[in-house]
Each structure stands twice: as structure tokens, then as C-alpha cells.
């Protein structure tokens, strides 16, 4: 086993309240905070925690987008990747970009780089899509291990604990295979001063979608983002009675 390729999408932060474009086309993202989506920082963190056991020997980060983006390549690769590929997508293909794009683009580069695995976060915070490691996974025609809370690598094989809605699923699948990673795979860990010095001097690789034989025409049209709706008050009331009462005459009940 030799390569990852980790996922890192540029995202507004977590903490910044989301704003809809007065023309309802989308969100407002000029002038916001960015920031790696959290479930990324999983991935890159459990990738790193794979070299450093010697079970790989390289970390490969990738984003797709414009410029921007390689900021988050940098924060990876201050993380301990060793090095990153920046796909470069802007303007109306930026828009419209989604999961089967992404996809496409990952199952290109996982064959171009002979990836033994793609690890990437279970969704993105911004659309909460969960659905690009399926569809790498089928478009590749490997195994797959999704919603990982903990990975164990066995000589080719992967054992995979799974979140699901009954509680924990454990499965063992064969190498090359794509991961995404849960909430309580791990703990990130924070990019320290030195390193992220040394990052500067890692290389980025650019390159377009074409140059990985990628459409990225969209099959999607987004008619309209709106607000969501405001929370009525609610109302206190004395007694059981009083309950039932009010869900009566709100046709509730």
C-alpha cells in the first residue's frame, strides 16, 4: 500500500450565520470566512495517522475550485500530507459543481495517481450532499467504506466500523477501496507554526478537468435558495386540558 488521495473541500466556516443572495441564486460567499469542512479535517487526520503507523508512504490532498482553494491545500499539507493537487474549476462550472463532478474528477486521479485508497469526509456542511464516496466508489468499481468511526488496516484488507441508525456495523473490505469518515473517527489535530511553514514548500500540482477527460456540464439547475422559514413563538399552557384544548382548535388534532 503505497498512496491516499484525501479529499479537502473549501467551505464558509462553521461558525459564520449564512446569508441568501438578494436575487435568491445562492448563498453569499464575497467577503465570508472559509475554512476546511470539518469532515475533511477527519479525513486528512486519519490519512496522516495511517502514514505515521507506516501503512502508507504517501498523502496526496486534493481540491477542486478556484484559486482560493489552495489555501485549504496548504492547511492539509500543514497537517502532514506531502503533497497536494489543486483542480482548478471557476465560474459558472464552479456554481454548478456537485458530487457527480467531484466524482469524476477523484476516479480520474485515483487511477492517474494508483491510489491503494480515497479517504474522504461523509459530507460537506455547506450542501450536506453525502454522496461524492458513493459515487467515486461506483465510478471506480471498488469497495466501500462509509460513516467510518474506525479503521483498521489488515495486509490488503480494510476493517471498517460503521455509524448506522441501529447502532455500530463492522465490515472488512479489500484494497483499493474508498472510505468516509464520521464524526468520532478521530480528533483533527491542529497545524502547528513549524509546519505550517514547512507546508509553503510543498508542492501543488494544477490542472483542469479536461486534463483528467472530466465533463463537468451539470445535470442539476438550483431554481431558487431561500431562507428558511422563521420559528413561531410557542405558547405555555396550564394544564393537559388546556393542551389538548389548543391542538383542537388548531386542527391538530
Known sequence: MSRVLVGVKRVIDYAVKIRVKPDHSGVVTDGVKHSMNPFC????????????????????????????????????????????????????????MGPLQISKIFAALAKKEEASLVI????????????????????????????????????????????????LETIKISMPAVLTADLRLNTPRYATLPNIMKAKKKKIA????????????????VLKVDEPPTRLAGVK?????DLVAKLKANGTI
Open 41 to 96: 479535517e477527519i479525513a486528512v487526520e486519519e490519512a496522516v495517522k495511517l502514514k505515521e503507523k507506516k501503512f502508507i508512504k504517501e498523502v496526496v490532498a486534493v481540491s477542486c475550485g478556484p484559486a482560493q482553494v489552495t489555501e485549504t491545500i496548504r492547511t492539509a499539507l500543514a497537517m502532514g500530507c506531502d503533497r497536494g493537487i489543486h483542480v482548478e474549476v471557476s465560474g459558472k462550472d464552479y456554481e454548478a
Open 120 to 167: 474522504l469526509g461523509k459530507q460537506a456542511i455547506d450542501d450536506d450532499c453525502n454522496q461524492t464516496g458513493q459515487m467515486t466508489a461506483a465510478l471506480l468499481d471498488w469497495p466501500q467504506g462509509t460513516f467510518a468511526s474506525e479503521v483498521t488496516i489488515d495486509g490488503e484488507k480494510v476493517k471498517v466500523v460503521r455509524e448506522i441508525d441501529g447502532g
Open 206 to 221: 494544477n490542472m483542469k478537468p479536461a486534463d483528467l477527460g472530466v465533463d463537468m456540464v451539470s445535470r442539476v439547475e
Open 237 to 241: 399552557v396550564e394544564t393537559v386540558d
